[in-house]
Every structure is written in C-alpha cells, then in structure tokens.
T-cell receptor, first 113, second 110 residues
Framework: DGGITQSPKYLFRKEGQNVTLSCEQN?????MYWYRQDPGQGLRLIYY???????QKGDIAEGYSVSREKKESFPLTVTSAQKNPTAFYLC????????????FGSGTRLTVV | QKEVEQDPGPLSVPEGAIVSLNCTYS??????FMWYRQYSRKGPELLMY????GNKEDGRFTAQVDKSSKYISLFIRDSQPSDSATYLC??????????FGKGTRLSVIA
C-alpha cells in the first residue's frame, strides 16, 4: 500500500544534541512538507520541498534543517539551536501543481530530556 | 490578525446531534479549502475538499465555503462517538503550502 512512513514514532533528545526525523513516501509525490504541532497551536510549517535538491523555509525554520536528495525521502534535523523542540512533528506530501490535499504520516513525538 | 482563525473548543455534543465547525480567514487569495480529521497521536486525514465557493456533501458531512464572508464551515449530521477527534481547517492559494487553523476538539457523548 502507498503511504508516508515516519520514524521513529517516539524520540528523546538530550540538551545540545542534533536529532534526525525520517520521512519516506512511496506515493510518487514530488512535494513534501514538515509541520510542527504544539497543543493549542495547530500545524505550523517548518520546511517544504517541491522537487529534489530544492527546499524552502516555512514560518518556523529556525533551528531546523532538511535535505531532499531523493524524491521519496525528506529527513528533518532538529539542531541544538532549536530552543524548544518538544513537539509532535508531521510529514506530508502531495502532487505539486495539483489541487489535491496532503497525505500525512503518523507523526514523530520528540521530547527533550 | 492570523490568516486562519478557528475556535479550539472543546466542543461536546450528545450522540445524534448536528455539529457545526467553522473557520474564518483573511487572505482573499485562498481558493482551495479542506477539512482534516485528526485522532489523538495520529496524523491528520483529509475529510473534505472544496474549491472556491459552494457546498459539498459526502455522507454525513457537508462542507460550505462563503468567499464573500471569508468563512468556511463543516457540518456533521447524526454525530457518532467515533467522530470524536480534532478537526482542522486548511486552505491555500495556488501552489502555496496549506495554512491550517488551530483545530477544534470535538467530543460526541454516547
């Protein structure tokens, strides 16, 4: 079955560490997105990518980095510069240039310990 | 003013009630409007999609868009306990990324 796989489901980070969240899709979608969800805040856009080797900052990109070396993969690195990284992270994808909605992964819960 | 405003609730209704969920927005360029349902600790799933103004019905769900008022609604008829979730409105202009409301948490009590 086609879909988006996010891993791990739960992740714990120590202060000062960088961690990488994985997002893989087999839907042949070209556009991929990372959102952060905090209680009462809704979904806020971190980064997005329309094509391989290209990505754009979203509304809250500071302290995060991404890469898009393959169409299927869009990993997100939460760096030590992100001061409040504890949140639920959601990856999504869609066919660029269409009116389709996004397909979301099941999310990664990141906690700073 | 935020681009998309949505009352976070929580909203609690008895089983069988009609539920009305709403969002307002400020960007007149928005033309694609969606409603997502999100169960606890899960990713959102697309529930309804509407292009420009008008109504769309799918089973117990009806989505309405009034672009003149910058107001969208989702109605759930004969609500069920399984409808208990957070409902997120989302919208975009052209190929720009989706902008989401904060979500409304709904509880349907049996």
């Amino acid at each position: 079955d086609g879909g988006i796989t996010q891993s791990p489901k739960y992740l714990f980070r120590k202060e000062g560490q960088n961690v990488t969240l994985s997002c893989e899709q087999n839907l042949n979608h070209d556009a991929m997105y990372w959102y952060r969800q905090d209680p009462g805040q809704g979904l806020r856009l971190i980064y997005y990518s329309q094509i391989v080797n290209d990505f754009q900052k979203g509304d809250i990109a500071e302290g995060y980095s991404v890469s898009r070396e393959k169409k299927e993969s869009f990993p997100l690195t939460v760096t030590s510069a992100q001061k409040n990284p504890t949140a639920f992270y959601l990856c999504a994808s869609t066919l660029w240039g269409t009116s389709y909605g996004y397909t979301f992964g099941s999310g990664t819960r990141l906690t700073v310990v | 003013q935020k681009e998309v405003e949505q009352d976070p609730g929580p909203l609690s209704v008895p089983e069988g009630a009609i539920v009305s969920l709403n969002c307002t927005y400020s960007n007149s360029a928005f033309q694609y409007f969606m409603w997502y349902r999100q169960y606890s600790r899960k990713g959102p799933e697309l529930l309804m999609y509407t292009y420009s103004s008008g109504n769309k019905e799918d089973g117990r769900f009806t989505a309405q868009v009034d672009k003149s008022s910058k107001y969208i609604s989702l109605f759930i008829r004969d609500s069920q306990p399984s409808d208990s979730a957070t409902y997120l409105c989302a919208m975009r202009a052209g190929n720009t990324p989706l902008v989401f409301g904060k979500g409304t948490r709904l509880s349907v009590i049996a």
